[in-house]
């Protein structure tokens, strides 16, 4: 956890946009956008909630201008339910993120073209169910609001 409030608190000290990935409909894939829903109010930095196409958002964030990028979602990264990770950009392959139709390194590198100092930084939660249904398990829940109070504290 050390390391993911140290990675969090340098990407805040700057002009920072988190966006947020997921589908609300497959449980805990729904996590990326229940951490927007916690942060309103909570933080300066910029909330995009991009669903299930969160390259739909590009345009927002390049008129943004963020010098940081945070990409939360929901990633199956052979972890216990709940655990939250930094995850390195080229390893972001090997997780397997959830719902979208792009992969997410097809968004990053468009923005990394279009705003040429972009830092991104994937933060994943370890799902432990992404079938039909709505509603955060306990354990992806909890996780969620830990995020939201590292964030919202920084």
Not at 4 to 20: D, V, Y
């Amino acid at each position: 956890m050390q390391r993911l409030e140290k990675t969090l608190k340098s990407a805040l000290a700057s002009k920072a946009a988190i966006l947020a990935a997921g589908n609300d409909f497959r449980r805990d894939d729904g996590a990326g956008p229940a951490l927007v829903k916690f942060l309103k109010g909570k933080t300066a930095a910029a909330l995009i909630d991009g669903g299930q196409t969160p390259e739909n958002r590009v345009f927002e964030i390049i008129k943004l201008a963020p010098k940081t990028l945070i990409i939360v979602d929901a990633a199956d990264m052979d972890r216990k339910p709940g655990e939250i990770a930094v995850i390195a950009e080229s390893d972001v392959s090997n997780a397997s993120f959830s719902s979208h139709m792009l992969p997410l390194t097809v968004l990053t590198d468009f923005l990394k073209r279009e705003l040429k100092d972009l830092r991104v930084i994937f933060i994943g939660i370890q799902p432990a169910d992404t079938g039909f249904g709505e509603g955060l398990t306990p354990a992806v829940s909890e996780a969620v609001k830990r995020l939201a109070d590292i964030i919202g504290n920084k």
